[in-house]
Every structure is written in C-alpha cells, then in structure tokens.
C-alpha cells in the first residue's frame, strides 16, 4: 500500500498541528496506526432505477488507517471481491468509513456506519450505470 501524503494536505485533512521536520514526513511517520480488516455483506442490490432485489454479493477490506488522532485518520485499503481488486482510500471517522476508488473505468464507493451498516456503489460513466449494494461490514474473525 505505501502510501505518502504531504503533510500540509493531512493536517488540512486531521486539522493536527506538525513538526518543524513536517515537510519530510509522510503518513507513514503518523503516531496512530490501526489495521483494518472487515469481511463486508450485501443482502441488497439496486441497479439503475430498477426496483432493488436480493442478493448475495460480500467483499473483504483489508489494509490501514494511519493519522494524528484516532477519532479522524485517513484509510488505505484494498477491496477484494470475485469480481474485482480495487485499492480503496477515505477516512475513518468516529467508527464511519469514507472509501472510493477506481479501476477499469468504474468509480468504487464505500461507507459504513460505525454500527456496521455498509452501503457499496460502483458507478461507470461508459453506460452510464450505476449499481449500489446494502448490506454490513464486520471485523474479520
């Protein structure tokens, strides 16, 4: 994953004060890094403005979130599904995940409450289609 943001953009982004050194630091050198592995389960799909129906479609999110204060840190992740490999990045927010990525032309979005509840959205704009997912997310055993 490797990640390197510049650390004006994270302390715009934490609202953290920096180190003098702060311009060769990367999120890497953060204080607070917390793993993250969710097994996520969709029970309903809604494609298009076709009436939603049920489904049976899960992914798992596996990587970290790093930053300045646990209550707001920024997220790598990789989203693992049958049908794709999309790297992931947002933040965590008291417990919420704020994640979107592409690949293959197709924009990847997903959030979740802190309680679990999940909502995935995948949008192409070659269709244009968009397909969006409910369900819940849980740390994989």
């Known amino acids: 994953m490797g990640v390197s943001i510049k650390p004006p953009l994270v302390c715009a982004m934490l609202g953290a004060a920096l180190p003098a050194h702060a311009d ?13 592995v969710l097994n996520c389960d969709f029970v309903t799909e809604c494609y298009e403005a076709e009436p939603c129906q049920d489904t049976r479609f899960s ?11 646990d209550v707001n840190l920024l997220v790598d992740v990789r989203m693992r599904s ?4 999309v790297p992931l990045m947002g933040n965590r927010s008291n417990g919420a995940l704020a994640l979107a990525g ?14 679990g509840t999940a909502r995935f959205t995948v949008h192409d704009a070659d269709g244009p289609m968009m397909v969006s997912y409910l369900g819940s997310c849980a740390p994989q055993p």
């Open 102 to 115: 592409s690949v293959d032309g197709g924009r990847h979005m997903v959030t979740t409450n802190a309680d």
């Open 59 to 69: 992914v798992t999110l596996e990587g970290q979130a790093s930053g300045f204060e």
């Open 82 to 85: 049958e049908a794709a490999d």
């Open 24 to 36: 060769k630091m990367s999120l890497s050198d953060a204080p607070i890094h917390q793993p993250i």
